[in-house]
């Protein structure tokens, strides 16, 4: 089994590449970030003629995710349990989608596409909810690890988060912002604490990220924030890892790449 996850930063604009790649890479599970859009707005046939089922979670032009599969989706939830609000009126933002894939005769696995929110500036409100997100998403996989420790399950996506100091091009650039900061880093951490493998760190190594301002790309100043947290089940099956640095290439580009993961 392939999964990848891309924060694909608007699908109706990228559906063209988004199809391309996963003809290109054979990707059986694709979660998708910042897609931009409603259910009903989605390009669900561009998807359906490649051969994939889809789940979306969008309410409105920002935050949004959603997972294409080539194996069937047994199960869809729009939401982890005391998923914190934001805003005014607060509401529960399209960040998280977790769906179960099942092959006949096969173990089913769990995918999550999560698009952490991410928290602004170190003193806005919005960092707080940031890190509260993080927390409570953490409480949550505590349970499903506890429940069945052998459950296939993938945390995957857009973590607004760089973990150590080589994740970004230049900590002295990050000094006193977001994505960087010992709580977040802290939040970041505790789900391997609680057993959970990040997989792709010791298979590749490279940037997803590269903004659209300043030539960030052409030189590569980059920061790594899309990964791949698996159960120990899951990441006992992986066999490999890449991140396609070149989906960062040409016109009409997002500003993520994918990052892909084999299990078997």
């Keep these: 089994m392939r999964i990848a996850t891309w924060n694909v930063n608007s699908i109706r604009t990228r559906v063209d590449r988004v199809i391309a790649f ?27 003629e490649a051969g994939y089922e889809v789940a979306v979670h969008g309410l409105n032009q920002w935050n949004g ?5 080539r194996m069937p989706i047994t199960d869809v939830r729009d939401r982890f349990a005391a998923q914190p609000t934001w805003g005014e009126p607060p509401v529960v933002e399209a960040r998280a989608l ?9 173990a089913s696995s769990t995918i999550w596409s999560l698009y952490v929110p ?10 707080r909810y940031k ?42 650039f990050f000094e006193g912002k977001t994505h960087v900061s010992g709580p977040e880093r802290a939040a970041f951490a505790a789900f391997a604490d609680d057993g959970w ?8 190594t490279n940037y997803t990220y590269w903004d659209y301002q300043q030539l960030r790309f052409p030189r590569n100043e980059g920061m790594r924030i899309d990964f791949v947290y698996a159960s120990p089940a899951l990441a006992a099956a992986v066999t490999g890892a890449a991140i396609d640095r070149d989906e960062r290439k040409g ?14």
């Design 251 to 264: 016109k009409g580009a997002s500003d993520h790449v994918p990052v892909l993961v084999d299990a078997d």
């Design 197 to 204: 493998v990040e997989v792709t760190r010791p298979l590749v």
């Design 131 to 172: 890190l509260a997100w993080l927390r409570a998403l953490h409480a949550d996989a505590r349970t499903w690890l506890a429940a069945d420790p052998g459950a296939r399950i993938a945390l995957v996506g857009d973590w607004n988060v760089a973990p150590t100091d080589q994740d970004v091009w230049d900590m002295g």
């Design 98 to 106: 977790g769906v179960t894939v099942q092959r006949p005769g096969e």
């Design 65 to 69: 995710v959603a997972v294409a599969s």
């Design 118 to 127: 991410n928290g602004r500036e170190l003193d806005h409100p919005h960092y």
């Design 22 to 48: 996963l003809e290109r890479s054979d990707t059986d599970v694709l979660a998708m970030q910042e897609i931009k859009c409603r259910p009903d707005q989605f390009p669900r046939a561009a998807f359906e």
